[in-house]
């Protein structure tokens, strides 16, 4: 398959002046449901943002409010210098891939393509150049006539793709694009999308509950979760330094188990962690974040160097394909996971044998933990 | 190992005639026909035996004469009256689809756009005239248009007519009378078709640059066309065919193709013109029907383009 980058396209500018966008104190009750809590966010120009967060969490609500669908209780939004938040959306002139791709069904590839430009008064040739362009920039030469319900799901994905930048928008704003595609066409329109963006070098606000994809696509990714930001950084930057125990447990197949404070000391059964950063907080709740790829299964008798050691029982192992998961359970009743290679021989470790789990200690993250009685149980 | 192989020989050896339980599956699917059908049979044979028996008994009796097979119901329709009442029967069916079409796309639009509370209101509004009698709503516009009926009274009383208007016993009247009772027949259709519209064809219509108006124009009213053509073809038909508020409000002065049809036989007996009568409408309805259909086709083909 070939790529965005070396598809044979017109001219173009190559990076129409791109703009940022600033948001201020914005706010949106649904009645007694607050969506939108004060929320604060500079995203750079050209910059490729995700609002990441569960369902509810106010992301879609922030975007909405970008594309002017939805009007705040209080707040700005600015784009560039101009503020927006009273311009209705059609002047707001910002491209966007809605869920359902909202292609019109009354009209054919190439209408959908052509209308935003027939509302801005192009003319006929014009026009026809840069429907040609725009479908072969998304690698939909010969579709034009087809009507839209003759094309699968990525190609749709596609035409709107297209249509929401056939008309030289500053920004564009996508709000979970790729939920209704399978696995392996998301996973390649994820980086189709990107190579898009980083030709267009449009600034693109993105909305996904899917970490993954957050952390694929990313330069930023803002952690949304009851209508407030939670942590904006890059994706490296999250999770290796996750904030909160929230975006801990939300980015990554983490497990979190409660450790002791003591006197700025932080301790997990007993035994004092080495940490490669001193505690942000001396809060006394405190967890530590485990991610299963950054665990190993050390035999009991080895000599475990400067790593820090949880000692537990093996479990469980789960193939999956290209690794094994080993759940190992602590004495204190939670379960941790580790991962390591398909073919590694700690899969001959029976259930019920002893273990010694271990942690470097620069991958040992303490984060303030918001609950104390949340489980222990990862997410995905 | 061995309980697999052991598996797959019993299947082998079951399946080894044809192939596994291929008949059993075709006799089973069979049966669920023959059940579907079972279901289907009484509404199938109520409308054989209620509508289209009697249609064809009809349209046979039109071409029977005394002295057996005749054309005669048809030459005699070749006649000015029958033609004047064509004509009118025609134009009241298209002014009242229009005048319904006019009248209830804003109030189903209204409704779709609602919250699910607001709309069942209005919609409840639309079918209560539904729950009384037509023949009490056909007298109550008799009550509201006659010569000193409510409007005439009012109309006088704020000064702005001398004489009372002539608003029933006439076309007018018929209209006014027709579109009131046809109106929900055109609302139903539209608000269903509308409510089917998700709200991102607006959004986006509206992301790429199409004002308000402009994005109602170029999308949601293509959009809403399957309940635009489906609410046109019910109440232009009805109206075709409809007799008791023509006869009420149209006082004898308009004469409607029912009422040619009533007469032939209430006054004269004769139901081969009668017949006669419900054959030419039935031909025209349907060639009206099918010229829509083909008309809306290459529409929606021309939209494609």
């Given at each position: 398959m070939r790529t965005l980058s070396d598809?044979?396209?017109?001219?173009?500018?190559?990076?129409?002046?791109?703009?940022?966008?600033?948001?201020?104190?914005?706010?949106?009750?649904?009645?007694?449901?607050?969506?939108?809590?004060?929320?604060?966010?500079?995203?750079?120009?050209?910059?490729?943002?995700?609002?990441?967060?569960?369902?509810?969490?106010?992301?879609t609500t922030l975007l909405m409010v970008l594309a002017g669908f939805v009007r705040p209780d209080a707040g700005s939004v600015a784009f560039g210098e101009r503020e927006v938040v009273l311009l209705p959306p059609h002047k707001r002139d910002i491209g966007m891939v809605f869920q359902n791709y909202a292609l019109f069904p009354h009209m054919s590839v190439a209408g959908n393509l052509a209308y935003p430009l027939k509302l801005r008064g192009h003319g006929k040739q014009d026009i026809a150049d840069r429907v040609a362009q725009a479908l072969a920039l998304v690698q939909l030469e010969g579709y034009g006539e087809r009507s839209v319900d003759q094309l699968s799901g990525g190609q749709r994905q596609r035409v709107a793709l297209a249509r929401a930048v056939i008309f030289e928008p500053r920004i564009l704003l996508m709000d979970e694009p790729?939920?209704?595609?399978?696995?392996?066409?998301?996973?390649?329109?994820?980086?189709?999308?990107?190579?898009?963006?980083?030709?267009?070098?449009?600034?693109?606000?993105?909305?996904?509950?899917?970490?993954?994809?957050?952390?694929?696509?990313?330069?930023?990714?803002?952690?949304?979760?009851?209508?407030?930001?939670?942590?904006?950084?890059?994706?490296?930057?999250?999770?290796?330094?996750?904030?909160?125990?929230?975006?801990?447990?939300?980015?990554?197949?983490?497990?979190?188990?409660?450790?002791?404070?003591?006197?700025?000391?932080?301790?997990?059964?007993?035994?004092?962690?080495?940490?490669?950063t001193p505690l942000a907080t001396t809060a006394s709740a405190q967890a530590l974040v485990l991610r299963p790829e950054r665990l190993q299964l050390l035999s009991a008798d080895k000599p475990t160097h400067d790593l820090n050691t949880i000692d537990g029982t093996v479990r469980q192992h789960v193939f999956q394909g290209d690794s094994v998961v080993t759940f190992v359970s602590l004495p204190d009743g939670h379960d941790i996971a580790v991962r390591h290679p398909y073919g590694n021989d700690s899969e001959h470790l029976q259930p019920g044998t002893a273990v010694r789990v271990g942690i470097a200690p620069r991958d040992t993250i303490v984060v303030p933990a918001e609950n104390a009685t949340a489980t222990a149980s990862g997410r995905a | 190992m061995s309980t697999a192989a052991a598996n797959d020989l019993s299947i082998a050896s079951r399946g080894e005639r044809h192939s596994l339980n291929a008949d059993a599956l075709k006799r089973s699917e069979r049966g669920e026909q023959v059940r579907l059908l079972a279901l289907t049979l009484p509404a199938l044979l109520l409308v054989g035996i209620v509508a289209l028996a009697p249609i064809g008994w009809l349209s046979g009796l039109s071409f029977v004469g005394p002295n057996g097979l005749t054309l005669v119901n048809y030459q005699r329709l070749i006649h000015p009256s029958y033609e004047l009442t064509l004509i009118t029967t025609f134009q009241l069916a298209f002014l009242v689809t229009a005048l319904c079409l006019i009248l209830g796309y804003p109030l189903a639009y209204l409704a779709s756009q609602m919250s699910s509370r607001g709309a069942s209101l209005v919609l409840l509004c639309v079918l209560f005239p539904f729950w009384t009698s037509l023949l009490v709503r056909t007298y109550a516009w008799l009550v509201i248009l006659q010569r000193r009926g409510l409007v005439n009274t009012w109309l006088r009383d704020l000064g702005v007519i001398d004489e009372p208007l002539r608003l029933v016993h006439n076309f007018t009247g018929t209209a006014i009378g027709m579109t009131h009772i046809m109106l929900p027949f055109m609302v139903l259709p539209l608000y269903a078709a509308m409510k089917n519209i998700s709200p991102d064809y607006m959004r986006a219509a509206s992301n790429l640059g199409a004002s308000p108006i402009r994005a109602f124009w170029n999308v949601f009213v293509p959009l809403s066309r399957p309940g635009i053509f489906a609410g046109l073809i019910i109440v232009f038909v009805l109206s075709l065919g409809f007799y008791v508020t023509p006869a009420l409000l149209g006082g004898g002065r308009v004469m409607m193709w029912s009422m040619q049809i009533e007469r032939s036989i209430a006054v004269y007996s004769d139901w081969g013109a009668a017949s006669a009568l419900g054959v030419v409408l039935l031909v025209i309805t349907m060639g009206i029907l099918w010229l829509v259909s083909r008309l809306a086709s290459i529409g929606s083909f021309m939209e494609r383009a």
């Open positions: 598809s044979a396209v017109g001219e173009r500018p190559a990076a129409a002046a791109s703009l940022p966008v600033t948001v201020c104190k914005l706010t949106k009750r649904y009645g007694a449901f607050t969506a939108l809590k004060d929320v604060d966010l500079a995203i750079r120009s050209g910059e490729f943002l995700t609002l990441l967060g569960p369902s509810g969490s106010g992301k790729l939920s209704a595609l399978d696995k392996n066409l998301r996973e390649r329109m994820q980086l189709e999308i990107r190579r898009l963006h980083d030709r267009l070098g449009l600034t693109t606000v993105y909305v996904t509950h899917d970490q993954r994809e957050a952390l694929t696509m990313s330069d930023r990714i803002a952690v949304m979760n009851h209508g407030q930001i939670l942590q904006v950084d890059r994706p490296r930057d999250l999770y290796d330094r996750p904030s909160t125990r929230f975006i801990a447990e939300f980015i990554g197949e983490t497990h979190c188990i409660p450790i002791e404070i003591q006197n700025g000391e932080a301790s997990l059964f007993g035994r004092a962690l080495r940490l490669a | -």
